[in-house]
């Protein structure tokens, strides 16, 4: 459920409240009972629950060789490419 941005035309309050995308917009301040219109927003972030994503996740055999066979990755870059070594 997103957050929506809401300002009181009144008091020029600015306030958030977390609904359902389904449910109406507000129509007066929960504060001082005004009319408030909703704001766009920037867009929400993305949240990632759990561990997420590490370089250090995938791309490693064992022994932490890369995919490539080497310690560190032939072309310098942080995460592996999966290619043969090159002739660095």
């Known amino acids: 459920m997103p957050t929506y941005e809401y300002l009181c035309e009144a008091s020029g309050r600015r306030f ?7 449910e109406e917009p507000l129509k007066e301040c929960p ?3 005004g009319p408030v219109r909703r704001l766009i927003g920037a867009g929400g972030a993305v949240i990632i629950k759990g561990s997420g994503f590490h370089a250090t996740d995938y791309g ?4 932490g060789a890369t995919r490539c066979g080497r310690a560190q990755t032939c072309c310098g870059r942080s ?6 070594p090159c002739d660095k």
């Open 16 to 22: 958030e409240k977390f609904q359902s995308m389904s």
């Open 31 to 33: 504060d001082c009972g």
């Open 60 to 63: 490693r055999g064992p022994g």
């Open 79 to 84: 995460v592996p490419c999966g290619q043969p």
